[in-house]
């Protein structure tokens, strides 16, 4: 599993700091570079411009040389050999000119005049004799590199044209120019203090040089710019200068003389102004860096503070102590503050209605008549109501924690525990409770009988075991004694109507043999009296049946069967064949079902039924009987177009010997709808009737539908 980093809030908001802080720096630092970069490109242009300017007025400085050179070349004096005036109109021309000297050398290299001396002196030999030999053989102006000259014996450059004599060069005529002159136009330039100027000549060798000029004049200018005048005329690098300075250096080359320029520029003065401004950006960075962070802690010092007085209070609400947050800085945690203490406020409400449902509920618990008895998942007892501790005789605290198991007799706990106490799928309300007779056991060891309800619901996510017990001992017996007194009714019932029936049928046997034998031996009024006791005898014999048949009505249902209720009807028809054919009465039937019953007493329920429906009508009786199926039951109707019962009287003519008509009137003992009665409460059903008079009567019972069928069938 991945692991939560924790961080706390002043870290995170360090963070933040940093995250937003750090870019912005990096970015300025790239910004000065990239300032830089284009600082240091400009000053190099704008220093190559510099050089150049400075290479061209050097340049400029030999083509004035060259030009008053070749003016004096064609001099007359010259041509006629008179060097004396020669060396006159030389000297004059020095005077407006910037050369030292001016010297003139035969093609042999001796120098014939030179104005650093007077004329007719002895002159020594050219030593430049390689720029002699060039002026000779190419006829064209010649500027030489830096060397020692032979009167002067100092460093010098000659600028030479030829001086021709017909179509060949005869001398050379050279003005000398000493490097001071150079270096004045150098100092002329006035360049900032820091820079390294230098004038070399085409072989690389200092002529004129800003900066120590005396000790560096006549030396080679450094190696790195050596090696790269050998491949450029016009470029920069980093190199050292010669007092060993690094610097970045710009050179040019004259594309006519080849002399040089190169200006060098400390690399320390170039990046002294990024130096400081990275300096100035990161002390800014640092005091930047330092009070945010210092805020941000400031300001996580407060979060904290407002969150640890909500961390407080919700472990106070935890504790059920109930919380109540001040007011806090931070709105947002100030929301949660008052969130908390509306939270407590419904919390102690809540927690208020709880425990008053709680007194309710155990007061009704323990008011309960019945034992409750809740178990846990081990089915060990954690709730035993005063009923249960009554029941029991076990007192509260030897109960509670105990498993229950031990309120069962031993030999009925292994039975007890497979159906009560195993996990079943919670009640969902929908469904009945189931109710079971089970014995028990008190304490004490004397067992008894108790009705156990257990409703098995889910609280909170686990299932509640609740076990409802009812003592039902007096009930047994009070119901085992009504038991016992309806089976003695019902014999005496039985034998009564039975020994009543061999004398009551002598009796009436008796009466018709002596009508038979005496009527007309005897007078009118004593045939009558003959014919009213026989009359009696008769409806004593019926009464006496019906009677029987009641008492046999037994409400035990071992002996329920299958029944399929259309060969009920056909008996029915059967046993009521002459009825029907004296009445004319039409009797139909829709399709009946099958039921478990006692067959026998379901062919007298709809007998008597049948026979009301055609003995209670005054024109041709019409008797339909149906069943329908409703919820699980089948409703069974015996409907009638006869005389019809006043809603007054719809529930008593269920009871026995109600009649509701004089022997004159209809005969009948009273009994048939009583046995009815009898006959469908036996088979777990109820009987009703829906009438008015006139109107006919529907006579409605239920019988329970056998499992499995369904209302389609
Ligand atoms: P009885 O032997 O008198 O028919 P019952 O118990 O069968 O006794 O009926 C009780 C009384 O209910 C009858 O006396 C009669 O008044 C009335 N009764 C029963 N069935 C009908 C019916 N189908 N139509 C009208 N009245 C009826």
């Known amino acids: ?195 390294i100027a230098t004038i070399f000549d085409a072989s690389g060798v200092i002529v004129a040089r800003t900066r120590e000029a005396p000790r560096f004049i006549g030396q080679p200018v450094g190696p790195d710019l050596t090696q790269r005048l050998a491949e450029a005329d016009e470029a920069s690098l980093e190199s050292v200068s010669r007092e060993g300075i690094p610097v970045l250096t710009v050179f040019t080359r004259s594309p006519t003389s080849r002399w040089g320029v190169a200006i060098g520029i400390p690399v320390e003065s170039l990046t002294e102004e990024l130096r400081r401004s990275l300096w100035l950006l990161s002390g800014l960075a640092m005091l930047l860096l330092a009070s945010s962070l210092g805020l941000a802690w400031l300001m996580g010092g407060r979060i904290v503070q407002s969150v640890r007085a909500l961390r407080s209070a919700a472990l106070s609400l935890g504790y059920g102590r109930g919380a109540t947050v001040p007011a806090l800085e931070i709105r947002e945690v100030d929301e949660v503050g008052q969130a908390i203490t509306r939270a407590s406020l419904m919390l102690t409400d809540a927690s208020k209605a709880l425990t008053d449902s709680e007194a309710r509920m155990r007061g009704i618990v323990e008011s309960a008549t019945d034992a409750i008895v809740i178990l846990d998942d081990s089915r060990n007892i954690v709730l035993f109501n005063f009923a249960a501790v009554t029941m029991f005789g076990c007192p509260l605290e030897d109960a509670i924690g105990t498993p229950f198991i031990r309120f069962i007799p031993e030999r009925l706990r292994a039975d007890f525990s497979a159906q009560l106490l195993t996990p079943r799928e919670p009640v969902t309300g929908e469904e009945e409770i189931p109710i079971k007779v089970a014995t028990a056991m008190r304490l004490d060891g004397e067992e008894f009988a108790v009705e156990i309800s257990f409703p098995q619901v889910l609280a909170g996510g686990s299932e509640v075991h609740t076990l409802i017990l009812r003592d039902i001992t007096a009930r ?15 014999q005496f019932a039985y034998v009564a109507s039975h020994d009543l029936k061999t004398p009551l049928r002598s009796i009436g046997g008796f009466v018709q043999l002596l009508e038979k034998d005496y009527a007309s031996k005897l007078d009118e009024r004593a045939v009558a009296l003959i014919r009213r006791t026989a009359a009696a005898a008769t409806r004593l014999e019926q009464l006496t049946d019906d009677l029987l048949s009641y008492a046999r009505v037994s409400s035990d249902s071992r002996a329920f069967a299958p029944v399929d209720c259309s060969e009920v009807f056909e008996d029915v028809l059967q046993l009521l064949d002459a009825p029907i054919s004296a009445s004319g009465a039409g009797v139909t039937a829709g399709p009946l079902p099958t039921v478990t019953g006692d067959r026998t007493q379901l062919v007298q329920l709809l007998l008597n039924l049948v026979a009301n429906g055609i003995k209670y009508c005054d024109g041709p009786p019409l008797v339909h009987v149906f069943a ?24 008593r003519i269920f009871e026995i010997f109600k009649r509701l008509h004089t022997q ?48 389609s069938s």
């Open 476 to 490: 047994l017996r009070i119901h085992e004694a009504l038991e016992r007194s309806n089976l003695d009714l019902q």
């Open 664 to 711: 004159q009137e209809y005969t009948g003992t009273g009994i048939g709808l009583a046995i009815c009665r009898r006959v469908v409460i036996s088979h777990g059903g109820r009987i009703w009737i829906e009438s008015a008079p006139g109107k006919g009567s529907t006579f409605r019972f239920t019988i329970p539908a056998t499992a499995g069928e369904s209302s």
């Open 1 to 195: 599993m991945k692991k939560t980093r924790i961080t706390s809030i002043r870290s995170s908001l360090a963070w933040l700091v940093a995250a937003c802080l750090v870019p912005a720096i990096v970015m300025a630092a790239l910004l000065l570079t990239y300032d830089y970069r284009r600082q240091r490109a400009e000053l190099v242009r704008d220093t190559v411009a510099h050089a150049r300017a400075l290479i061209h007025a050097v340049d400029r400085e030999f083509a004035g040389a060259e030009m008053s050179l070749r003016s004096l070349s064609t001099s007359p004096s010259l041509q006629s050999q008179d060097f004396a005036a020669f060396q006159e109109q030389a000297t004059t021309l020095l005077h407006r000119h910037y050369a030292n000297n001016i010297v003139l050398i035969d093609a042999g290299g001796q120098q014939r005049i030179n104005t650093a001396r007077p004329y007719g002196q002895p002159l020594p030999k050219a030593t430049n004799m390689a720029q002699l030999e060039r002026v000779l053989k190419n006829g064209r102006t010649d500027i030489s590199d830096l060397f020692i000259g032979p009167v002067l014996k100092r460093p010098l450059i000659n600028v030479a044209v030829p001086v021709y004599s017909g179509n060949t060069v005869s001398h050379s005529l050279v003005a000398v120019v000493l490097p001071d002159h150079l270096q004045k136009i150098l100092s002329d330039y006035r360049f900032p203090p820091n820079r």
């Open 628 to 651: 329908e199926m409703h919820e699980r039951v089948w409703v069974f109707s015996v409907r009638d177009n006869g005389i019809g019962i006043e809603p007054k009287h719809h529930e």
